[in-house]
């Protein structure tokens, strides 16, 4: 007789679901990793059982967001090079590491990225990738090698990833071609798909769930829950109109996301007026491209007019606070978006910094710095626990899910059993009570209150350790010393 495979409960002090923290209950995951249910400890019954004691879990956090190999430029950009430093002193910065990364080295540096998300309490992310041919521009062999080393070092730390596969076609209206950016750039649209099919094939999952009655590997490739593939033209910047839509539309036929940078800088808005006559987001929208499959990274400088229509087409945004005031973005009019009923997901894009509670507090705290007031995000409930809070935190989990198309984001049967645990004694939230610890997480726990982490029921994390740190790191500090000396 085949053995019936054991369900494990968490037993924790508190657990977040449906909005608020409640003892007493135990997350029951099958041996899928899957949540069957959240059921008092009392009626517990033959489920084997793992105590987190002194501990809250709250579901894993969803980064919509990142460019791994960044991660390498920390700490290495932060002087002046010239009068007036910007975004644009900084991307040459940036290009100089992109242009002599090895695909080891990608491997590398996106393992030390994902390693950092993973201590933080993230268990899934979405990343723009456009580093994909040879420093010389030449394409690889195999023309996705580069993104199959982001998804294996996803995959080592035991991440979710969507592998946003970019398009880059450009350097800019009217502008000459920039050799740093001939590992980025596939210049004709079906090149682009036909790698983007190939890569949608080499993630597909070996065991595609019965239903999926589509035959082609893009419609498959959803049906794998830890890689899956998306689609990211670069910005109407590097992307130019037909190529853009033959790419959003591709995606569209097929329930893939589409992300793209869009608004970041006054110098982008200019150059699409001046090339379309309109500013992005119009463009976008009077072409059709925006749906709830889309969304919009930064979106920092739109009108209120354009929000308005952006909130129409379902599209979300995606806001990156912490590399958003590390490059002098702007600031993500978060509270348009919200009284517009545009959905916002969270990103560490840059990794200056990789850590979501980070993120979600600077959304609403640059607001306060602008409008001289408080709670700006906080208007939405009339209850008295903190609306500021769970709203933040549901762009960290809840919206970056659907942002990326990931199963996770919640607690709930059904839903992956992905989650983190803060230590409820740790100096940065200990006192808090089960009314204010959301608020007490997201405006004031430093990272290291992340304690465990777990990913479709498998622990990655324990004790604030990752299981393999120790290699990830060393490897990780060689490839510093190789490149910068
Ligand atoms: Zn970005």
Not at 377 to 400: P, V
Request: glycine share 6%.
């Amino acid at each position: 007789m085949a053995n019936v495979p054991q369900e494990i409960a968490f037993v924790a002090d508190l657990i977040y679901s449906a909005g608020e923290f409640r003892p007493g209950l135990a997350l029951v995951c099958d041996a899928e990793g899957r949540v069957t249910s959240l059921v008092s400890v009392d009626h517990l019954t033959n489920q084997k059982r793992i105590r987190l004691a002194n501990r809250a879990v709250l579901p894993g956090m969803l980064n919509a967001h990142s460019h791994a190999f960044q991660r390498v430029l920390r700490g290495r950009t932060e002087y002046r090079t010239s009068d007036r430093d910007s975004f644009w002193t900084w991307r040459e910065l940036m290009y100089s590491a992109a242009t002599r990364l090895s695909p080891e080295d990608v491997y590398d540096a996106s393992r030390m990225a994902f390693l950092e998300m993973a201590l933080g309490g993230i268990t899934a992310v979405g990343e723009f990738h456009y580093l994909h041919h040879a420093p010389d521009g030449k394409p690889y062999d195999d023309p996705n090698l580069l993104a199959k080393e982001v998804i294996r070092a996803a995959g080592d730390v035991g991440l979710r990833i969507a592998l946003l596969r970019v398009a880059y076609v450009r350097s800019g209206f009217k502008a000459e071609p920039n050799p740093r950016q001939t590992r980025f750039i596939e210049s004709d649209a079906e090149t682009y798909l036909k790698n983007l099919d190939g890569l949608a094939t080499s993630v597909r999952s070996p065991t595609v769930r019965e239903g999926n009655s589509r035959n082609d590997a893009l419609a498959d490739a959803r049906a794998s829950d830890t890689a899956w593939v998306g689609v990211a033209p670069h910005s109407v910047r590097a992307v130019p109109l037909d190529y853009l839509r033959e790419v959003i539309g591709y995606a569209n036929e097929r329930d893939l996301k589409t992300h793209m940078h869009l608004a970041e800088q006054p110098a982008e808005v200019s150059a699409c007026v001046e090339e379309y006559g309109r500013t992005p987001i119009a463009l976008l929208e009077s072409e059709g491209l925006l749906s709830d499959r889309f969304t919009a990274v930064h979106a920092i400088h739109v009108t209120p007019k354009a929000i308005a229509s952006f909130a129409q087409t379902g599209a979300m945004v995606c806001a990156c606070p912490t590399t958003e005031r590390n490059l002098g973005d702007g600031v993500v009019p978060a509270d348009e978006y919200l009284r517009n009923g545009v959905e916002i997901s969270l990103g560490t894009d840059s990794h200056a910094q990789i850590d979501l509670f980070e993120e979600s507090r600077e959304l609403e705290y640059h607001l306060r710095l602008q409008k001289l007031e408080r709670a700006v995000l906080g208007a939405r409930t009339s209850s008295s626990a903190s609306d500021t809070a769970a709203y933040l935190f549901d762009c960290a989990t809840i919206n970056g899910a659907r942002s990326i198309g990931a199963p996770g984001g919640a607690l709930e049967a059904g839903k992956p059993a992905d989650f983190f645990t803060v230590d409820l004694n740790d100096p940065t939230i200990a006192g808090a009570s089960s009314d204010d610890l959301l608020a007490s997480i997201v405006f004031s726990a430093s990272r290291a209150a992340v304690r465990e982490v777990v990913v479709g029921g498998k622990p990655i994390v324990s004790e604030g350790q990752h299981l393999i740190q120790e290699e990830v790191i060393e490897r990780f500090n060689e490839l510093q010393k190789r490149l910068w000396s």
